[in-house]
């Protein structure tokens, strides 16, 4: 589950900024730090906007109320963001290993002091989870029912794609007959709160990407620059296809393509 690359205008040593955007939720801003010097490089935490931390943003952006708690449907990344951002949380990873014994009778108790549902990618997904969160989005007044991301599939093995956080957030949908709210891409918060913190305007920004539906999709959203790296997810024969409806504004082979490029300027 690689991360993928916003870049605000061009390179740092042309005086300009990268910050790294990533659906993945299941790392904090701080984890994806360590990962990063694993590779030789130095990125800040400002540096790196991934969905866990979006989904925390948001929360705080809303002012969610400090006596309500966070149900949560999905692992240690969004705990972690939602502990710095002084929000209460319960589920996550813990409840991976819980079970219902379905008796006569029986009744699942539920929080009722949650008052914001966030699913992400679950590697620990279970039924337990299903009803846990289906109970407080359709039983709790104004329970919030929000998603890191709807992707379909994922790139966890270079072997073959694998279920992604769409599938986790499409089975509570399911239950609830709810749509979510969105935070990660395409939507257009993470770009908006990219905007305002850097103090820039979209149409200075370029989002580069391998993925038609997130990437540049989120890109277009955001009233930004696209550029489609065919490196990864997307073909050039995806790109090209007459069913294909989205298009970037330029595409390459890969980040190499353009470092040349911007080795010459």
Known sequence: MECHKLWICSVPRLGKRLVFVTNNSTKSRKQYGKKFETLGLTVSEEEIFASS????????????????????????GILKELQLAGIQYLGGPDDGGKNIELKPGYLMEHDESVGAVVVGFDRYFNYYKIQYATLCIRENPGCLFIATNRDAVTHLTDAQEWAGGGSMVGAISGSTQREPLVVG?????????????????????????DRLDTDILFG????CKTLLVLSGVTSLSMLQSPNNSIQPDFYARGISDLSLKVASV
């Open 53 to 76: 931390f979006a989904a925390a943003a948001y929360l705080k952006s809303i002012d969610f109320p400090k006596d309500k708690k966070v149900y949560v449907v999905g692992e240690d």
């Open 220 to 223: 277009r959203n955001g009233g």
């Open 185 to 209: 891409k395409p939507s257009t918060f993470m770009m908006d709160y990219l905007a305002t913190k850097f103090g820039i305007l979209k149409s200075q920004i370029c989002m580069v990407g």
